[in-house]
């Protein structure tokens, strides 16, 4: 086991690598959480991160939840695909957790925050990207306190990363906008756009 409790096996992988990304509040876990419980087809690449965990997310399923000194040594040890600090912690794609699904013959999908899909999209060239978008900005600050996990100042900084994060949908192949009270839709769509992929006639196929 590498550090952090992570498997670590040889050899190459292929498949398709979804990204699914947006702003902090969106709704990623909510559509990865439809997704499971109606069995879709799909193997996932837990986030490793040095946050605490909020009520009700499980260890290895949500996230990884590492320490300080956990995260830096699977750094250091060349295991996190990318990395980025959001907000004051840590977050990073273990690369043998992907590595290991695609092995399994499943198609990937990936939920990293804005900035980490960027480090993604130059590392991973056919990764298929989708942007999930709130109607608008000011739809954010209610999610955000619905979930109750940060301090004002903390959601204050989070809806002001929003702003830029927004800005940045033209770099995505698709844009899902996840209305409030409307999931069920929102996955629909993104089921569409992996069905739509893996019908290519040349897929967009990673290997890493």
């Not at 050899?11 to 990304?21: K, N, R």
């Not at 959001?86 to 990293?112: C, F, K, S, W």
Request: proline share 6%.
């Amino acid at each position: 086991m590498s550090p952090g409790g992570i498997a670590a096996v040889g050899g190459p992988a292929t498949g398709l690598v979804f990204i699914l990304s947006g702003p902090s509040g969106v709704g990623k876990d909510t559509i990865t959480k439809f997704l499971r419980t109606e069995g879709f087809p799909l193997g996932y690449c837990v986030t490793a991160t040095t946050r605490p965990p909020r009520p009700g997310e499980i260890e290895g399923l949500h996230y990884h939840f590492l320490g300080d000194k956990e995260f830096a040594a699977l750094l250091a040890a060349g295991g996190l695909l990318e990395h980025a600090e959001v907000h004051g912690r840590n977050y990073g794609i273990p690369v043998e957790n992907l590595r290991t699904a695609l092995r399994a013959g499943q198609d990937v999908m990936v939920t990293p925050d804005v900035q980490g899909a960027a480090t993604l999209r130059g590392k991973l060239e056919n990764a298929i990207t989708i942007f999930l978008a709130p109607p608008s900005l000011e739809e954010l600050a209610p999610r955000l306190a619905y979930r109750n996990s940060e301090t004002l100042d903390e959601r204050a900084l989070r809806l002001e990363t929003a702003a830029r994060e927004m800005e940045r949908q033209h770099e995505y192949d698709y844009v899902v906008v996840n209305e409030r009270g409307r999931v069920d839709e929102s996955v629909a769509k993104i089921k569409a756009i992996i069905i739509a992929e893996r019908c290519r006639v040349h897929p967009h196929v990673v290997t890493l």
